[in-house]
T-cell receptor, first 110, second 114 residues
Framework: TQLLEQSPQFLSIQEGENLTVYCNSS?????LQWYRQEPGEGPVLLVT?????EVKKLKRLTFQFGDARKDSSLHITAAQPGDTGLYLC??????????FGPGTSLSVIP | DAGVIQSPRHEVTEMGQEVTLRCKPI?????LFWYRQTMMRGLELLIY????????DSGMPEDRFSAKMPNASFSTLKIQPSEPRDSAVYFC????????????FGPGTRLLVL
């Protein structure tokens, strides 16, 4: 069974701090997605990483796909209250399959 | 363009009652998904339709749950009879072709079974 683990499960930080959340698996993925779910809403896709070692930046968010395509990280610089939400990673192991991780719940305190 | 539309947004019902959740996917999208989200179990895929045909229903909990997609613009998820453990947020999502592509989620239906 292919599983995705995310850590930490919960994170509460002060506005302006930096943070990194992780998505790990023992399986290889052809690509990996990160979604953010704001309170009371559905998840929204932030980014898709495809190549091992790939780094993508989205304003203050930096996404990295591991060289072996088994893991990924999301780094947020100078977190803001608007970053509060549930961050879900989703791995694509093969054609027409996707596996969601359990998520990291982030709370940024003003 | 309108996103994925779900109704109702909130539903409170009593144990044993039938519950029907509705979804209108984004026009032109060929794949539709029903998910259930709880604190304990996270986001779980219940069923995946492609071109109105159920492709993967391995996540449907039991016979009390059923889903239909009679046409490309409408799907329902029915629970009969409902139980308190069915309380959760139910999301509908759609994607252009296949499930590994960007999935666009609706706002969810918050179901409480008393």
């Amino acid at each position: 069974t292919q599983l995705l683990e995310q850590s930490p499960q919960f994170l509460s930080i002060q506005e302006g701090e930096n943070l990194t959340v992780y998505c790990n698996s023992s399986s290889v993925f052809s690509s990996l997605q990160w979604y953010r779910q704001e309170p009371g809403e559905g998840p929204v896709l932030l980014v898709t990483v495809v190549t091992g070692g790939e780094v993508k930046k989205l304003k203050r968010l930096t996404f990295q796909f591991g060289d072996a395509r088994k893991d990924s990280s999301l780094h947020i610089t100078a977190a803001q209250p608007g970053d509060t939400g549930l961050y879900l990673c989703a791995g694509i192991p093969s054609y027409d399959k996707v596996i969601f991780g359990p998520g990291t719940s982030l709370s940024v305190i003003p | 363009d309108a996103g994925v539309i779900q109704s109702p947004r909130h539903e409170v019902t009593e144990m044993g009652q039938e519950v029907t959740l509705r979804c209108k996917p984004i026009s032109g999208h060929n794949s539709l998904f029903w998910y259930r989200q709880t604190m304990m179990r996270g986001l779980e895929l219940l069923i995946y339709f492609n071109n109105n045909v159920p492709i993967d229903d391995s996540g449907m909990p039991e016979d009390r749950f059923s889903a239909k997609m009679p046409n490309a613009s409408f799907s329902t998820l029915k629970i009969q009879p409902s139980e308190p453990r069915d309380s959760a947020v139910y999301f509908c999502a759609s994607s252009l072709r296949r499930r590994q592509e960007t999935q666009y989620f609706g706002p969810g239906t918050r179901l409480l079974v008393l």
